[in-house]
């Protein structure tokens, strides 16, 4: 992380999620049932299905976020359980209806947004080790970036993708 946004304020780190949130709201809002049945690639999940995921993460990441910031030790969350957690809600969610989605992301969002907006920078940067990375230190300003803001941009990226769109 570059030492710019180490300083970032909360409010400045919701601004930016919530321009990744709209632009993925946008994006899935106005897609037609084509698109929002095409698979998008890489994913093999449709774009409803992707979008659900981004939604349903939202909150799980906060409390993560807020674990840290507490000062409490984090769960004991490995990569595996969390693709074993994906797996079972892609194949349980296959079919996701849009309007269901498009609140979730809405309502995820503002309380992502409310939350982020509310944290210091210092509160942003405290740090504890997580088994999802390895074991290795995790900052709640990491968990942010990675897993909020570029969560949503990635997604969005292979929604457009499976839009046939670069």
Known sequence: MSAARTG????????RFAAASEALIAAVGGCTDEQWQAI???????????????????????????????????PEITRELIDQSNARSFQKHAHPDRAEVLDLLRRNGATVWAALADMSAEEL???????????????????????LIDHARSH???I???????
């Open 125 to 147: 940067n405290r740090s504890a080790p997580f088994a999802y990375a390895e074991g290795r230190q995790v900052s709640a300003r990491y968990l942010a970036e990675a897993n």
């Open 8 to 15: 970032e304020s909360g409010q400045e780190m919701a601004t």
């Open 40 to 74: 998008c690639p890489g994913e093999g999940q449709s774009v409803g299905t992707v979008a659900r995921h981004v939604a349903t993460s939202e909150p799980i990441v906060l409390g993560w976020m807020q674990t840290i910031i507490a000062g409490l030790p984090m």
């Open 160 to 166: 457009r993708k499976a839009w046939g769109e670069v």
């Open 156 to 158: 969005l990226a292979g």
